[in-house]
């Protein structure tokens, strides 16, 4: 039996081998690349995407809707999180580009944080990939847990970026190095899974002493995507992304980029922060069930 959203919290997360058969338009199906994808994927996953792309123009988290979605669909657990970085992170390039007037006030920090993001991103990504499916399943639910308490605890650590860490001291030489090891600590997971990892760079941006939530933003922005890059870079490399997929969930996170950015004032951003954080709490608790329960 084909694995759909249905039969996926039944099923676990084995690909399917077939795929349900609907009237219409969703009987047609999409073919490409040596499979065929139902409409009603294709709606799945450009609808997550969409989301997910607006979300993170908005807020962040996107990486909660399209990992699971993906998963959900029959997607293997390495492929899925490789395969949901390469889909976001061309939508985070025109968050760079929305930035762009502040690029010249945090070039100095640019430099002493991007071999380490760099560097951090890369490993990450190598790790994914000598992580068997089975290993990644089983981590699925605390990364999952883990990225959506720090989803839950963003606005503590969007407070402590902001506050006046300078008069303790902060951009001295010890700060700064004890910054760079976070940041580097912060890509390698980036690399490996990546949800989450904007609040946990806000943090870092605050012990240093920044206090610009705007330049802050487009720092953690332009960092987070070359991170993500680094890491959809060596996925491609190493043969993990589902390119169908990929193509049709990058659609759905540009246009989603787009609408977020174009509409984020009009978006009551408590409640996509509380819908978000139900989502992960309900896909954690179902994949850890799925994992050691059942």
């Known amino acids: 039996m084909a694995t759909t959203i249905g039969n996926y919290f039944q099923g676990g997360f084995e690909p399917a081998a077939d795929r349900f058969q609907k009237p219409c338009f969703f009987r047609a199906g999409f073919i490409g690349w040596g499979m065929m994808m139902t409409g009603w994927e294709v709606f799945g996953l450009v609808g997550s995407a969409v989301a997910a792309g607006a979300i993170n123009a908005v807020a962040g988290g996107g990486t909660l809707l399209t990992f699971p979605t993906l998963l959900a669909f029959g997607t293997s657990p390495v492929t899925a999180n490789a395969t949901s970085t390469l889909a976001l992170v061309i939508g985070t390039g025109g968050s760079m580009f929305g930035y762009r007037q502040h690029t010249k006030a945090i070039m100095p920090w640019l430099w002493r944080f991007l071999p380490v993001s760099l560097l951090g991103g890369l490993i990450g990504s190598i790790l994914l990939t000598h992580t068997s499916n089975q290993t990644f399943g089983k981590l699925v639910p605390f990364l999952i847990f883990f990225a959506t308490l720090l989803f839950l605890g963003q606005g503590a650590f969007r407070r402590f970026a902001g506050s006046h860490l300078a008069e303790a001291g902060a951009g001295k030489p010890g700060h700064l190095w004890g910054a760079v090891c976070f940041q580097f600590a912060v890509a ?36 987070g995507s070359l991170i993500n890059l680094m890491a959809a870079l060596w996925f491609i490399v190493a043969g993990l992304i589902d390119w169908q997929r990929a193509a049709v969930m990058t659609v759905g996170a540009v246009a989603g980029y787009y609408l977020g950015s174009h509409y984020s004032q009009r978006i009551p951003q408590a409640r996509v922060r509380q819908l978000i954080m139900a989502i992960g709490f309900i896909i954690s608790g179902v994949t850890f069930y799925q994992e050691f329960v059942r």
């Not at 690399?191 to 802050?216: D, K, R, S, V």
């Open 188 to 223: 390698v997971y980036g690399g490996y899974f990546g949800a989450g990892i904007g609040i946990l760079m806000l943090a870092t941006l605050g012990f240093i002493g920044m206090n610009n939530i705007f330049e802050m933003n487009a720092l953690k922005t332009i960092m």
